[in-house]
């Protein structure tokens, strides 16, 4: 068990619809990522924060946001969802950004139908 | 730009077999960190090993070793005495002060097959 929690662990949404996918990071990790993966791209890096503080930006869609609250949990929202989002997106968290090793939750496994 | 490849997609080997997974790493940066993760079947992702540019002693983890070379920008993964159980995609991933380390990069994976 990595101490990251994610929720929910499937989903299977309509074309055009929004979800929320959301992260709890290890206790102590001040830092969050999203990746997403699909079958043909390995781990696409999304987004990164930090303390609550957006501090990296990968591809990541304009459809696409995410945060992270004062109790350092995270949210990734998906909006005007298309068929080729259907992918595993995966939450991590560190102590030091990228100076540390990450930590992976389980997944969120988002099929859009 | 902050670059990894993985140029093996998929490795099939023999149990008791030696492998070696290769990492080949772009940077402008003096200063970075190199980890290698593990995605077994069940879909979590494991952490290995970090490595900063600074420190390129090569580093030997039970059958695990590590063989990070700046020359060539390389740092690649060997399995010694392979088991089923190491059948899994290998992700090598680099940060870079440039970003101040927080945008991870990860390179597009190494499928491992071990047969028994």
């Known amino acids: 068990d990595s101490g990251v929690t994610q929720t929910p662990k499937h989903l299977i949404t309509a074309t055009g619809q929004r979800v929320t996918l959301r992260c709890s990071p290890r206790s102590g990790d001040l830092s969050v990522y999203w990746y997403q993966q699909s079958l043909d791209q390995g781990l696409q890096f999304l987004i990164q924060y930090y303390n609550g503080e957006e501090r990296a930006k990968g591809n990541i869609l304009e459809r696409f946001s995410a945060q992270q609250f004062p109790d350092l949990h995270s949210e990734l929202n998906l909006s005007s969802l298309e068929l080729g989002d259907s992918a595993l997106y995966f939450c991590?968290?560190?102590?030091?950004?990228?100076?540390?090793?990450?930590?992976f939750g389980q997944g969120t496994r988002l099929t859009v139908v | 730009a902050q670059k990894v490849t993985q140029a093996q997609t998929e490795i099939s080997v023999v149990e008791k077999e030696d492998v070696t997974l290769d990492c080949v790493y772009e940077t402008r940066d003096t200063t970075y960190y190199l980890f290698w993760y593990k995605q077994p079947p069940s879909g979590e992702l494991v952490f290995l090993i970090r490595r900063n540019s600074f420190d390129e002693q090569n580093e030997i983890s039970g059958r695990y070793s590590w063989n990070f070379q700046k020359s060539t920008s390389s740092f690649n993964f060997t399995i010694t005495a392979s088991q089923v159980v190491d059948s899994a995609v290998y992700f090598c991933a680099l940060s870079e002060a440039k970003t101040s380390y927080d945008k991870v990069i990860f390179g597009p994976g190494t499928s491992l097959s071990v047969i028994p």
């Open positions: 991590a968290s560190s102590s030091l950004g990228g100076r540390t090793e990450a930590f």
